[in-house]
């Protein structure tokens, strides 16, 4: 990736261009890093969404709520980083 004063005044656009003609190129990126949250993340469901949680949890046989919620949230992830993939993939050739 260029180097961060390069980027400065750049369109987001322009920026675009570069980082996906970069894409594939190692050398043009550091070392991934992994993150993990030292605290868990909440957020609110409203009592309507948490009850029809509650029932494709238990429909699903998940031992709990958070256990059902957090496999659909990796699934879905998954998915968007699959599809991602193949729009990058679609981009460069």
């Known amino acids: ?26 050398s043009a990126w550091e070392e991934t890093i992994s993150v993990h949250l030292a605290i868990p993340t ?24 958070e256990d059902w919620l957090r496999s659909i949230i990796q699934e879905r992830i998954d998915f968007e980083e699959a599809a991602f993939t193949e729009l990058k993939q679609t981009l460069l050739s």
Do not use: H
């Open 1 to 26: 990736m260029k180097d961060i004063d390069q980027v400065k005044g750049l369109s987001e656009a322009e920026i675009d261009e570069i980082v996906i003609s970069q894409a594939e190129n190692d």
């Open 42 to 65: 909440t957020m609110s469901l409203s009592p309507e969404i948490a009850a029809r949680a509650a029932f494709f949890a238990q429909l699903r046989k998940k031992s709990s709520v």
